[in-house]
């Protein structure tokens, strides 16, 4: 076997017009006699020389005897062989391939979106016909199933507690009992988690098969931000109609217990709204307004945030509808808790007036 070497340092061009940004070159050729290139080049009669030094590669030629015909077959191999299996090119950094989470930005797309929320509300950059539509779709169209699912979970509350004050004498307990309780608690809670479940799988329903048609990227073609067309109407428009739907769910939860309590366990219908007049305070029905509005902010924005970053068609929306209203009823429990402690740390007295 014999093994030949060739490397050529400069290499001769002739040209009018040459760019002079040319970091390196490699150049391959044949010829017989290398110093004849150029010189014998009809191109290159006539015109000015330019003497550039471009480093070619180093190249090994490798003859090896064919076994088959007897004539010698070659084989060119490159010198310059990686043989610790090091990464050519630029070095690549730690983070370079790496990627957050899913979960990770999608959570941290909720605090953006309300932010952006905030900022067009208090600029003023609020489209009303759009909020207008969803009001009547969040408000007027969900009063029915609030309502009878607020009648039913007050008449399942006065079946386990009416009937045992009635049998330790404390008639005239009930009614403050059930009003403290649909207040602060049952009424904004069980109101919120309905409209989780009608109107924040919608919100993610619709955000995410527009976000999947790209029709959220032709709104910004045409000029549109999306914040202020899509999600900012749904934000305002679930803010304002959740605390109404929480009164009209307090009222009807308050009849459905009387009307229970008087027919089945024969407590009046007067004591129990005077046991209610006593131990209600105004504060109570203002921290059920308030537990609302915070409510339906959760259930809008966490809707709209997922709708909007929905990845992977069809099946991707559905896993997104599914999302949104789990991580809506989960954040729905922790601000109960974290308003409950807040609003009503320092009160246990109320029930003393109605005894």
């Not at 930005?105 to 016909?129: D, E, T």
């Not at 769910?249 to 008087?262: D, I, N, Q, R």
């Amino acid at each position: 076997m014999q093994t030949a070497s060739y490397s050529h340092p400069l290499f001769y061009i002739a040209c009018r017009n040459f760019i002079s940004n040319v970091k390196s070159s490699s150049v391959s050729f044949h010829a017989s006699n290398h110093s004849q290139l150029v010189p014998n080049c009809a191109f290159n009669k006539g015109l000015p020389k330019k003497i550039f030094s471009i480093p070619l590669k180093q190249s090994r030629l490798l003859v090896l005897p064919n076994t088959g015909d007897g004539h010698p077959s070659a084989s060119a191999a490159d010198s310059e062989i990686n043989t610790n299996h090091a990464p050519n090119g630029r070095s690549e950094t730690i983070l370079s391939n790496w990627s957050p989470p899913r979960y990770l930005w999608r959570g941290l797309s909720v605090p953006i979106v309300a932010g952006q929320v905030i900022m067009k509300i208090l600029k003023g950059k609020i489209h009303w016909r759009n909020t207008l539509q969803q009001l009547e779709r969040v408000g007027p169209k969900s009063v029915g199933v609030c309502l009878l699912t607020a009648a039913f979970v007050g008449m399942a509350f006065a079946v386990q507690f009416v009937r045992e004050f009635t049998r330790l004498g404390l008639n005239r307990s009930v009614g403050g009992v059930l009003a403290l309780a649909f207040s602060r608690e049952l009424s904004p809670v069980i109101t919120s988690i309905v409209v989780a479940g009608r109107i924040g799988s919608a919100f993610a329903a619709e955000l995410g098969t527009m976000q999947v048609s790209e029709q959220t990227d032709t709104l910004r073609v045409l000029g549109s931000d999306p914040v202020d067309y899509l999600i900012t109407p749904r934000v305002v428009a679930t803010c304002i109609a959740l605390p109404l739907l929480t009164l009209l769910c307090f009222t009807l939860g308050m009849a459905s217990s009387c009307l229970l309590a008087e027919g089945v366990y024969g407590v009046s219908i007067n004591i129990i709204m005077d046991s209610a007049r006593r131990a209600l305070r105004s504060w109570d029905i203002i921290s059920a307004m308030i537990k609302s509005q915070v409510f339906g902010a959760i259930i809008s924005i966490v809707s709209c945030a997922w709708g909007v970053t929905t990845l992977g068609g069809a099946k991707g929306v559905g896993e997104s509808t599914t999302s949104a209203v789990v991580i809506s009823l989960v954040g729905i429990f922790i601000a109960d808790f974290a308003l409950s402690c807040f609003f009503f740390q320092g009160v246990g007295d109320q029930l003393k007036n109605c005894i």
